[in-house]
């Protein structure tokens, strides 16, 4: 979480304590709840919550209980083991562009000579407990998940995959750019074409695709509003019971 999320996240936090009917940490504990999960997106953290709300029906979570959840895949755009395992196998296909995690690329580069002997099985196994810890160790050590591309030869499939990756956010619009194929010379354009084509795909990138930083800013959005929309009508079915109880109460 960034300095700008502090007023979202203590909104968040108290909102999750009195849906449990709780008063809301002090300031100095919610400057350790904001210290221990410093390394997360606002919404992974916001989506953390609503999991544990939706499956704890007494007790307010503890940072070690919200850890835990984005722990298990919500805590940034690193994809599952078992995800990264598969776009590891395109990688096998020296005609496809893959864009995968630094922690993806080195994973598989510690299984790949089993994976050549024949043994999938006993390959896959050694590529998730690397990824594991990979993972674990880039999140401990609060690294951003790095995406890079390996380029195969097919310039249509790369084309794909790099222009997919840039409009997922995943690599930069000048980075995607630089690595898609140039126009076919057979076309008779001139260099000067050539180079205005070149721009012009560089353009569209960037007016298509979305930067990271948007999208975190939107999903940010999405799911506090979510998260508010979801405690006021907790706050209204309480209030409904709390009425209809003082009621029958006084009859």
């Known amino acids: 979480m960034h300095s700008r999320d502090t007023s979202a996240f203590a909104d968040l936090l108290a909102g999750v304590f009195d849906a449990y009917n709780r008063v809301a940490p002090q300031p100095a504990t919610q400057m350790l709840w904001l210290r221990m999960l410093e390394p997360y997106e606002f919404a992974a953290v916001s989506a953390a919550f609503s999991?544990?709300?939706a499956n704890e029906?007494?007790?307010p979570p503890t940072p070690a209980q919200i850890l835990a959840l984005l722990g298990h895949g919500t805590g940034d755009n690193r994809?599952?083991?078992d995800e990264a395992w598969a776009t590891a196998l395109l990688s096998r296909d020296e005609a496809e562009t893959v864009v995968w995690t630094q922690e993806t690329a080195q994973a598989f580069a510690s299984c790949r000579s089993v994976l050549d002997l024949g043994d999938e099985v006993g390959a896959r196994m050694a590529f998730k407990g690397a990824y594991d810890r990979l993972v674990t160790r880039s999140r401990n050590e609060r690294r951003q998940v790095a995406w890079q591309a390996s380029l195969g030869w097919d310039a249509d499939r790369r084309e794909r995959a790099l222009t997919?990756?840039?409009n997922a956010g995943l690599l930069p619009a000048p980075h995607v750019a630089a690595l898609l194929p140039p126009p076919?010379?057979?076309n008779g354009m001139g260099d000067d074409e050539v180079a205005a084509e070149n721009i012009a795909r560089l353009r569209k990138l960037?007016?298509?695709?979305?930067s990271p930083s948007e999208k975190r800013r939107r999903a940010a959005e999405e799911a506090s509003q979510a998260e508010r929309d979801r405690l006021d009508a907790l706050k209204a079915e309480t209030a409904a019971k709390v009425a209809h109880h003082?009621?029958?109460a006084s009859a």
């Open 51 to 53: 999991q544990y709300v």
């Open 206 to 210: 960037v007016a298509s695709a979305m």
């Open 57 to 59: 029906a007494k007790f």
């Open 184 to 186: 076919d010379p057979s």
């Open 246 to 248: 003082q009621q029958g």
């Open 164 to 166: 997919a990756a840039g």
């Open 79 to 81: 994809p599952s083991a």
